[in-house]
């Protein structure tokens, strides 16, 4: 058991944080869309995406190929549609619900949305302004189904923006519960540059890691909701030494050897939302080929980082980022975009890219991972999460950021 009172001591004291919303925060959330539907003229809007009906009501599933529906009219109370063995589920998950329609199960001998067509009906909704997040329930685990402007046979106005545009400025408890899981990402990080020793399989070093974290997070946190276990994660994802070339490489299970080029990742869950923290760590005394990469990618990462500031456009820290690394004639080694937004997805709009000219406001949340990829090197990248204030920025996660304090002996 590796020693953790140093890195614990600063959650102890946060015991008593939230790490879940508030119900008065999905309330709020659930008023801006009776706003938006009455300012649009709809009478009624009606979700698909799970994401969207639990960034509304907290409710979490499973979702698979069985599908479900929230009814939501501009006036009167929410309606849901979902398959009979989440019946139980939601009404402990959403106490609060009054109307609740089921169905027995996929693909059925009546197709479930023919189903919904009936609640439509009984509840009569089909005469009125009907918007969608999606023409239909979006395909998942071989589900396939007619779109739901077929089955009630007109047009509807598809406006999945009414709650994704809410998505793009965090409120104050998002942002609290980002923050809970930056601090949780320093110790998972800890963990796994502690765990990484030559010798070691890249996937034993994240287990053991993921392990530890997790364990603190359960002890500290008590009894919560964790959408999936270990509510911690540590990992490579396959980028060890030669490797992490790759951006997007997956799990080898590769030994852990002298020389390599690492680059780590951590996660912490807490109320649906993750941080991102990531570090370029080398194993041994780094070569002057590695320090040379190591130390373009720091200065590209400086200069974006004071790019990130409300009123500048989203392509601004790219374009920053990119400008080192055409300086330094190495742009042929950047193979993606600075960044990224963060929320309930780990990546999700706004985009830190050329094509996005978005306007930076208070309260946005992004990574910052301007990288380099040299073939048969690997690849160099940090990642932080950076929540946009009121006259610049703050960068949540906290980890050593200096080449001395990444090499790994």
Not at 152 to 172: A, F, H, T, Y
Request: one cysteine or more; charged letters at 30%; glycine letters at 8%.
């Amino acid at each position: 058991m590796k020693s953790e009172s140093y890195f614990l001591s600063p959650f102890i004291l946060t015991r008593m944080n939230m790490y879940e919303l508030s119900q008065k925060e999905y309330e709020t959330r659930r008023d801006r869309v009776r706003e938006e539907l009455k300012r649009r003229n709809l009478d009624v809007l009606i979700f698909f995406s799970p994401l969207r009906i639990f960034y509304l009501t907290g409710y979490h599933l499973l979702a698979t190929e069985r599908p479900l529906a929230m009814i939501f009219p501009r006036d009167g109370e929410l309606i849901f549609f979902v398959p009979k063995l989440e019946e139980e589920h939601i009404k402990y998950r959403v106490p609060w619900i009054s109307k609740l329609f089921t169905y027995f199960e996929y693909p059925g001998t009546e197709h479930p949305l023919k189903e919904l067509l009936k609640v439509l009906q009984e509840e009569k909704i089909l005469d009125k302004k009907i918007g969608v997040d999606s023409d239909g329930y979006p395909g998942k685990y071989g589900y396939k189904g007619p779109a739901f402007s077929e089955i009630i046979g007109r047009k509807v106005q598809v406006v999945p923006e009414i709650v994704d545009d809410m998505r793009l400025v965090k409120s104050e408890e998002e942002i609290s519960l980002l923050r809970e899981s930056a601090k949780w990402c320093t110790l998972v990080l800890r963990y796994l540059q502690e765990y990484s020793i030559p010798g070691t399989s890249e996937v034993e070093a994240s287990l053991l890691a993921s392990i530890e974290a997790s364990s603190a997070m359960i002890r500290v946190m008590g009894p919560t909701t964790f959408a999936w276990i270990p509510p911690a994660k540590a990992y490579f994802r396959g980028q060890v030494g030669r490797l992490s070339f790759y951006p997007h490489m997956m799990y080898n299970n590769v030994l852990i050897k002298e020389g390599d080029v690492l680059i780590g990742e951590a996660s912490a869950y807490v109320g649906g939302y993750s941080a991102e923290l990531e570090r370029t760590m080398i194993v041994g005394d780094p070569s002057e080929e590695q320090m040379r990469y190591f130390r373009v990618m720091m200065k590209a990462r400086n200069e974006a980082l004071k790019e990130y500031k409300p009123g500048n456009p989203c392509y601004a820290p790219n374009r920053a980022a990119f400008r080192v690394f055409r300086e330094e004639g190495v742009l042929e080694k950047a193979l993606h975009r600075t960044g990224h937004g963060i929320g309930l997805e780990g990546h999700e709009p706004p985009w830190i890219e050329e094509g996005d000219s978005r306007e930076m406001k208070p309260s946005m949340v992004f990574s910052c991972e301007p990288g380099l990829y040299i073939p048969d090197l690997g690849g160099f990248r940090h990642s932080d999460t950076v929540v946009i204030t009121g006259d610049g920025a703050e960068i949540i996660t906290r980890y050593p950021t200096e080449l001395e304090e990444l090499i790994i002996r």
